[in-house]
């Protein structure tokens, strides 16, 4: 169906705050964004974060409070409320999913118009009501936008076989049946997908966007070494690779972890002869932490992308990452790949080793972060949709 960029009009929803909002952000700059539907958003009812720090960021001051769709303070209170009581993540998520698709749906009914075109903009676990609501509509195009790389993913994941887990994963390939295109944000996520039946032209790759205004300009690195992890303290994030090099370099360099912590206490406390774990942080906490962290480790098992290895070189510190993710880092370039444990080590030991190199990498991780640009989504957005002949 042809929807021309005059009357095309974008609307945006999900659980949580998806990348900082930066997709929202870019359309309601470009005037293009009819409403980004959210469950939290805090421009309002601040005291509310004390349900959770983790939802502290659930705001962008950029995006015109007008255009935002979000949960009242009783549905919010209710929310949190059931989500606490429920302790199958699965469960949870399916929960989540149901809730937040039912006012996606109402919001839309109340507010479509027949004579205007539209794209629903939805993500992983909150879009399959949605998509079998709008399925049939002559002015709706459904874009899907897989947040991880999908069933790999969660096969991956040490979480015991469940009734919700199945539910959960039929929901999922559900969401990618009735999308008319799937949007990823890594080959290696559209890999992931292709490898599961997905069809292949029916996933595009558009990078996700970061935006910093105030980039480091000459970072100095410490005579010992700073090393973090940061991210969600799990086995799938990789962590379990994290603390066998801490145990193993412990001695030469410092060890730090940030992000909730997913093992047990007895794992914690044996964890934290080797790893300084400073929990879950703000932004504005994590960012003073980015300033005196001189290396990135990204160990993880399966990745859509990996956002913290942007804001890490942001801060010019180099990243040393796994093949399980996005190509953000250039090997050489701006950091390595690494498949083991070992090759960790050795790149680690390297690096610390030949500070010009560091410095090099350094340089290279703030050209890097350069590469996605708003403008470059937007290109390799519309790259994608042109055989779906959407232009935006």
């Not at 601040?46 to 015109?64: G, P, W």
Request: net charge positive; charged share 30%; hydrophobic share 40%.
């Amino acid at each position: 169906m042809n929807k021309s960029k005059s009357n095309l009009q974008i609307i945006i929803y999900h659980v949580g705050a998806r990348d900082y909002y930066s997709v929202s952000e870019v359309f309601d700059a470009k005037e293009n964004l009819k409403f980004l539907i959210t469950d939290y958003w805090f421009s309002k009812w601040n005291f509310l974060k004390i349900f959770n720090k983790s939802i502290s960021r659930r705001n962008n001051s950029t995006i015109n409070n007008s255009k935002v769709k979000s949960y009242n303070f009783l549905k919010i209170i209710f929310t949190e409320l059931s989500k606490k009581r429920n302790s199958n993540k699965f469960n949870k998520w399916i929960f989540t999913g149901k809730k937040f698709t039912s006012f996606v749906i109402k919001t839309l009914k109340d507010n479509l118009k027949e004579e205007n075109r539209y794209i629903l903009w939805g993500y992983t676990a909150g879009n399959l009501e949605v998509l079998k609501e709008f399925k049939n509509k002559k002015n709706v195009f459904l874009l899907h936008n897989q947040i991880d790389p999908g069933l790999v993913y969660y096969e991956i994941e040490d979480l015991p076989n469940h009734v919700d887990k199945t539910n959960f994963l039929n929901r999922v390939t559900e969401e990618w049946d009735l999308a008319d295109v799937i949007l990823v944000n890594s080959k290696y996520s559209k890999k992931c997908l292709v490898e599961k039946k997905v069809d292949e032209k029916k996933v595009i790759v558009v990078p996700l966007i970061y935006k910093k205004n105030n980039l480091i300009q000459n970072k100095e690195f410490n005579k010992r070494l700073n090393i973090a992890f940061v991210g969600n303290i799990t086995k799938l994030k990789g962590f379990d690779t994290f603390l066998k090099i801490a145990i193993k370099l412990h001695n030469k360099f410092n060890f730090i972890a940030v992000g909730n912590i997913h093992y047990n206490e007895k794992f914690v406390n044996e964890a934290k002869k080797y790893v300084e774990f400073k929990g879950f942080l703000d932004r504005d906490s994590l960012n003073t932490l980015y300033e005196k962290i001189d290396l990135l480790l990204f160990p993880t098992l399966c990745d859509g992308f990996g956002m913290v290895q942007l804001e890490a070189m942001s801060y010019g510190i180099p990243v040393i990452s796994s093949t399980n993710c996005a190509d953000v880092v250039i090997d050489n370039k701006n950091g390595f790949i690494a498949s083991n444990t070992d090759e960790y080590i050795d790149k680690i030991n390297y690096l610390n080793e030949n500070r010009t190199q560091l410095k090099e990498f350094s340089e290279n991780s703030l050209n890097r972060i350069k590469d996605f640009s708003e403008e470059n989504f937007l290109e390799e957005l519309n790259k994608g949709l042109v055989n779906f002949n959407i232009k935006i």
